[in-house]
């Protein structure tokens, strides 16, 4: 079971005056639900960006994937933030408390947010953290300016091209371009949770409904879920921080994700994790062993490269791994080799 995050005050009383707990209200603002995080907000050209902060330490960017809000790792970050970690949730631009109508939705413009978003909170390097869609900026970031990420995670990530049939991309641009459009995103939506749904799904399904309904929400993740640029998977050979490739055991937008964590991991040189019986968000399915999981990987705060906010100081940061075999862990710690070898874990579905 999953262990919900007490609510705002605000946000507890309009849940007793709608009646009960069964009854799930649907006016929930996405802040209901990480009401001790931090607001920020970052001036880009062309918008705002909107982001929540919480713990000291080390620099850590969570990142979600489209069509989806910051809040989405409110069962991670105090995780993480426990652990020592400042953490820093970011809304993608269009989404969430971020502005709309902004005049570019490419991958190289999100990278260039990440720079930025990391520049504005001190220069780093930070740790990032990026859940499908947002793996890829998350990677070319790594690739490209390689002394702003001194460990990167990739969670469900689509970082190569999504193989999609001619009648599949007729289908999402039926149901994702209606006045249906945000009842069917909330349904696809769950279809990403194949086991148990965390305890407070519906209400966060609600709220993030509401948020996609509000004017220029959508339009941005038609944008993305439509776009045409190649993917990230020519510069992930080029990533010099230390990655982690983790994956859902029943992640349903992959036909095999061990696979696919595997040959993310043989062209990183990374590690892989595989949290079963999870689907595209297991930080929020299985919080606890994808916590577990993370923190191991990303070892003692005062070991990660980039300022330590308690100190004052600037450790060094991670170089490049040894070259040597990927290795795969699934829930029960037991490890694998990662060669990159076993059966093609293409992409397909629309999410990203």
């Given amino acids: 079971m999953t262990e919900p995050l007490d609510r705002s005050t605000a946000a507890r009383k309009r849940h007793a005056a709608a009646g009960s707990a069964a009854s799930a209200p649907t006016d929930f603002a996405p802040t209901d639900f990480a009401p001790t995080a931090r607001p920020g907000t970052l001036q880009r050209p062309g918008g705002t960006l909107a982001y929540d902060e919480q713990g000291e330490g080390p620099l850590a960017i969570l990142v979600p994937g489209l069509g989806d809000l910051r809040q989405e790792y409110r069962y991670l970050a105090p995780r993480l933030a426990a652990a020592g970690y400042r953490v820093v949730t970011l809304d993608l631009r269009g989404h969430g408390g971020s502005s709309v109508g902004w005049p570019s939705y490419a991958a190289a413009a999100f990278e260039d947010d990440l720079a930025a978003l990391v520049a504005h909170l001190g220069g780093g390097p930070a740790v990032i953290v990026g859940n499908s869609f947002a793996a890829d900026p998350a990677a070319r970031l790594a690739a490209n300016r390689p002394e702003l990420v001194s460990k990167l995670v990739l969670v469900g990530a689509f970082v190569r091209p999504a193989k999609v049939g001619l009648v599949m991309r007729v289908l999402m641009r039926l149901l994702f371009t209606g006045p249906w459009k945000v009842r069917a995103w909330a349904w696809y939506y769950g279809t990403l949770f194949p086991g148990r749904k965390p305890d407070d799904f519906v209400a966060y399904r609600r709220a993030l409904a509401a948020n996609l309904a509000e004017p220029g929400r959508f339009a941005a993740v038609r944008a993305l879920i439509f776009r045409n640029e190649a993917s990230a998977s020519a510069e992930l050979g080029r990533i010099a921080a230390p990655t982690l490739a983790m994956m859902g055991s029943k992640d349903p937008d992959f036909p095999n ?74 829930a029960s710690g037991r490890g694998h080799d990662a060669s990159g070898a076993e059966a093609d874990g293409r992409p397909a579905g629309a999410r990203g």
């Fill in 257 to 330: 994700p061990a696979a696919e964590a595997d040959w993310i991991a043989a062209r990183t040189r990374g590690e892989t994790a595989l949290i079963e019986g999870a689907g595209h968000y297991p930080f929020s399915e299985r919080p606890g062993v994808t916590a577990e999981r993370i923190l191991e990987f990303l070892g003692a705060p005062a070991t990660i490269g980039g300022r330590n906010e308690a100190s004052g100081g600037r450790d060094t940061a991670a170089g490049r791994r040894d070259g040597a075999p990927a290795r795969r862990e699934d």
